[in-house]
């Protein structure tokens, strides 16, 4: 059974890691697409981590210098004091112990306060504050005898710091009703002007630059372990006639005969007599049968396995239709067979050459959209 890269994919406008610097306010920045959807927007700073919305903080936080186990004697260091986000004082106190080991002392303290939590820091002790920002501290009294054996200061605050600042969209003035411009704007300013974010969101299909506002990005894309996208069966059938209806014949300096000359007929005028149509469908049907060909010597004369379901068996209709509402879109529906007999549809619509295009541009000629009546292109 043969196959093919997949890459005819539904485009999902998606910007990726767009880098932009901060304006001279240091609170805000402006991207270069409409952003469509605000649960889409990732903003990473500086190149080090994500900032959410609602901004990033620490805790406050510290660890002791010494190592453990430790001795601990009643009345001499079994005591251990602290005042969390300036709260009344709570107080630990530790039993008697020999050598007594450092996760078992973890254990004991973190059971005793609420707020505070303590971990292992190798053979240490070290603590943080449940809360984050700078309203966030712990502040170890004096009378904690046990804070000397841990290696921790007493008479200290220790508090939390606001990393990054959280940030919220804001429409921007002065933009098209169709695609508003959203403003990424920080709820306090940066540090500096040199900051800058890099930004995932999804934009407008007018906007778009992966697809250009055709709805369709051609281009290959690989599964989670790496492994390219492939097309079997129908749509790999769907695929190959798709890249041979639509591509320029002649320009594959390899294969001169592939392709077909419906994109330069198509921006004829269509006539009533329907000469032009029955150009476009002729030429469509002979490269159907070209490549009916090529995939029956595929399968007598090199030996590979072409399943019923890729053989193109015949082409039942060509159909063109003018667009009602725009004159300058065609909208061209191919049905085919394949050898089990079952029937697709392609359908594409074709945008002619506008007047500026008479300079000799064809920027504005090309595929504007694709729909699949029976199939999808999987992987």
Same mark, same amino acid.
């Given at each position: 059974?043969?196959?093919?890269?997949?890459?005819?994919?539904?485009?999902?406008?998606?910007?990726?890691?767009?880098?932009?610097?901060?304006?001279?306010d240091y609170l805000t920045v402006r991207p270069l697409r409409p952003i469509a959807s605000s649960n889409s927007v990732r903003v990473r700073l500086d190149g080090a981590f994500e900032v959410p919305s609602v901004g990033v903080a620490s805790p406050g936080t510290s660890a002791g210098t010494k190592e453990g186990p430790f001795n601990i004697m009643q009345g001499v260091n079994d005591t251990f004091v602290v005042s969390v986000n300036q709260g009344a004082p709570q107080t630990a106190v530790i039993p008697t112990a020999n050598k007594l080991p450092v996760d078992r002392l973890v254990d004991l303290l973190d059971r005793s306060f609420q707020g505070l939590?303590?971990?292992?820091?190798?053979?240490?002790?070290?603590?943080?504050?449940?809360?984050?920002?700078? =309203?966030?501290?712990?502040?170890?009294?004096?009378?904690?005898?046990?804070?000397?054996?841990?290696?921790?200061?007493?008479?200290?605050?220790?508090?939390?710091?606001?990393?990054?600042?959280?940030?919220?969209?804001?429409?921007?003035?002065?933009?098209?009703?169709?695609?508003?411009?959203?403003?990424?704007?920080?709820?306090?300013?940066?540090?500096?002007?040199?900051?800058?974010?890099?930004?995932?969101?999804?934009?407008?299909?007018?906007?778009?630059?992966?697809?250009?506002?055709?709805?369709?990005?051609?281009?290959?894309?690989?599964?989670?372990?790496?492994?390219?996208?492939?097309?079997?069966?129908?749509?790999?059938?769907?695929?190959?006639?798709?890249?041979?209806?639509?591509?320029?014949?002649?320009?594959? &300096?390899?294969?001169?005969?592939? =392709?077909?000359?419906?994109?330069?007929?198509?921006?004829?005028?269509?006539?009533? =007599?329907?000469?032009?149509?029955?150009?476009?469908?002729?030429?469509?049907?002979?490269?159907?049968?070209?490549?009916?060909?090529?995939?029956?010597?595929?399968?007598?004369?090199?030996?590979?396995?072409?399943?019923?379901?890729?053989?193109?068996?015949?082409?039942?209709?060509?159909?063109?239709?003018?667009?009602?509402?725009?004159?300058?879109?065609?909208?061209?529906?191919?049905?085919?067979?394949?050898?089990?007999?079952?029937?697709?549809?392609?359908?594409?619509?074709?945008?002619? &050459?506008? &007047?500026?295009?008479?300079?000799?541009?064809?920027?504005?000629?090309?595929?504007?959209?694709?729909?699949?009546?029976?199939?999808?292109?999987?992987?």
């Amino acid at each position: 059974m043969s196959y093919d890269r997949q890459i005819d994919q539904v485009c999902h406008h998606l910007v990726a890691e767009e880098a932009l610097f901060v304006e001279t306010d240091y609170l805000t920045v402006r991207p270069l697409r409409p952003i469509a959807s605000s649960n889409s927007v990732r903003v990473r700073l500086d190149g080090a981590f994500e900032v959410p919305s609602v901004g990033v903080a620490s805790p406050g936080t510290s660890a002791g210098t010494k190592e453990g186990p430790f001795n601990i004697m009643q009345g001499v260091n079994d005591t251990f004091v602290v005042s969390v986000n300036q709260g009344a004082p709570q107080t630990a106190v530790i039993p008697t112990a020999n050598k007594l080991p450092v996760d078992r002392l973890v254990d004991l303290l973190d059971r005793s306060f609420q707020g505070l939590s303590f971990e292992l820091l190798g053979n240490r002790i070290a603590f943080r504050t449940t809360s984050k920002g700078r =309203g966030a501290s712990v502040f170890i009294l004096p009378t904690s005898t046990l804070a000397a054996t841990l290696g921790i200061a007493v008479n200290r605050e220790f508090r939390g710091q606001q990393v990054a600042p959280g940030w919220t969209l804001v429409s921007a003035p002065n933009t098209l009703p169709d695609r508003p411009l959203r403003l990424i704007i920080f709820d306090q300013p940066l540090r500096s002007g040199s900051d800058f974010v890099e930004i995932n969101y999804t934009t407008t299909r007018q906007e778009c630059r992966r697809c250009g506002g055709t709805g369709v990005e051609n281009d290959f894309r690989y599964g989670l372990h790496g492994d390219p996208v492939q097309v079997r069966d129908e749509a790999l059938l769907i695929q190959e006639l798709q890249k041979n209806f639509y591509t320029i014949r002649g320009t594959n &300096p390899f294969h001169i005969w592939y =392709g077909t000359g419906l994109l330069e007929t198509i921006g004829k005028k269509l006539s009533a =007599g329907g000469l032009i149509q029955n150009l476009i469908v002729s030429d469509i049907y002979q490269a159907f049968n070209r490549w009916q060909s090529i995939k029956r010597q595929q399968e007598e004369k090199v030996g590979q396995n072409v399943s019923d379901k890729e053989y193109p068996l015949r082409l039942l209709s060509v159909d063109l239709q003018q667009s009602t509402q725009d004159p300058t879109v065609v909208f061209v529906s191919i049905t085919v067979q394949n050898r089990s007999n079952d029937p697709i549809q392609l359908e594409r619509g074709l945008k002619l &050459p506008q &007047p500026s295009d008479l300079l000799g541009s064809t920027a504005q000629q090309g595929v504007i959209r694709q729909s699949l009546s029976d199939f999808v292109l999987t992987g």
